[in-house]
């Protein structure tokens, strides 16, 4: 008997098959985006040293239960506070700790306000009752602030070190290990901390 | 006889759909290759509110969640309309926050510890007092590195 050859399998399912397995991912597919404010929270202390702190260098801002902003003892607007914020950490109206000026603020210098974006703390105090919305929403205004100032920096100083028209935020996007920026990413690493001592983000929450 | 026959017109030709398949897999590997399946169920709600100073959290598998809202419609007769906090599929208390971060670290490969965060969702309508307390929960099993999520909003 001669030999006879496989039949062919009939391959006009798999299409449908295909189509089955496809719906499905489809359908369960989430395409997650985890975006968020990266904070740090300060860690526990046992030893409650008390810091002499002069009044004209923290900026505090308080959230009552209902939901109002009270910056520096009076009211104000979240869509204000950026500006506030600014103004307060780039006053530059005295000098750092190492008896230093700070050159690099283009702040009102008044010695009525903080001296150096160094010393520059902004107090954070909310109540139970705030709501997390509205919390955030100042949060990211806070945060903003800082974002403002160090994005000039970078635009000021960035050509000097050989990175021209790169703003602070993407100069953190470029040096990560992921990016596909190419350049001396060492040398943007060590711009981006200079960056960062300039204007620390001195944010502190009150319990 | 000529040597080019005139084509029968016997209606249109049928498409070759011998290439379907391959243009359908192709398409289901990229979905199943871009899903990530949900690894836990929300009982509560989750609205979140948005800014715009985000960044973005690299490392999925360096996170751990904290869900916090109201229960929502199934669950509101049994834990009530207060926000609640849940972890992983349950309800929790914030005295079980210390335990889910030392089981999540517990987890992971020890070089990996360092950089875990946790990430707080929290619905916007929350208030500040139950974040307070996991806030200061962390701060007691040293977990300090957390992200508020939020919804990315360039325009305010």
Request: a positive charge; aromatic letters at 8%.
């Amino acid at each position: 008997m001669a030999k006879r050859a496989a039949p062919e399998v009939n391959a006009g399912s798999m299409a449908d098959i295909a189509f089955l397995l496809l719906i499905f991912f489809l359908v369960t597919t989430t395409m997650e985006k985890d975006w968020g404010i990266n904070r740090k929270l300060p860690p526990m202390e046992d030893s409650q040293e008390d810091v002499i702190i002069k009044q004209k260098n923290i900026f505090t801002v308080l959230l009552n239960g209902k939901d109002q902003l009270q910056v520096e003892d009076e009211l104000m607007q979240v869509k204000d506070l950026r500006a506030a914020a600014v103004e307060f950490l780039d006053n530059g109206g005295g000098t750092n700790a190492d008896g230093e000026k700070c050159n690099y603020c283009k702040g009102k210098r008044n010695p009525k306000s903080s001296d150096h974006p160094d010393k520059a703390i902004i107090s954070l105090k909310n109540e139970r009752q705030t709501s997390y919305g509205f919390y955030i929403s100042v949060q990211n205004e806070l945060v903003g602030a800082y974002n403002v100032l160090r994005n000039r920096r970078a635009l000021e100083i960035g050509p000097q070190k050989g990175f021209r028209g790169m703003d602070f935020l993407e100069m953190q996007k470029n040096s990560k290990p992921s990016s596909t920026w190419i350049g001396n990413k060492k040398k943007l690493k060590e711009l981006i901390s200079q960056i960062k001592l300039e204007y620390p983000m001195k944010l502190s929450e009150v319990q | 006889m000529s040597k080019f026959k005139k084509k029968q017109d016997g209606g249109v030709p049928a498409i070759n759909t011998a290439s379907l398949p391959d243009i359908v897999f192709m398409l289901l590997f990229f979905f199943m290759v871009a899903t990530v399946m949900r690894d836990s169920t929300l009982k509560i709600e989750n609205k979140l509110p948005s800014a715009s100073e985000v960044e973005k959290l690299e490392k999925k598998n360096l996170v751990m969640y904290i869900y916090v809202g109201k229960p929502s419609k199934n669950y509101k007769k049994q834990y009530g309309t207060e926000a609640r906090i849940q972890l992983n599929d349950k309800f929790a208390e914030v005295t079980d926050i210390a335990a889910f971060i030392a089981a999540e670290r517990a987890d992971k490969r020890e070089e990996e510890r360092p950089f875990l965060i946790t990430s707080l969702k929290v619905d916007k309508k929350a208030n500040m007092g139950i974040v307070g307390d996991i806030k200061q929960e962390l701060r007691k099993v040293n977990a300090l590195k957390i992200n508020y999520a939020s919804i990315r909003n360039m325009s305010n």
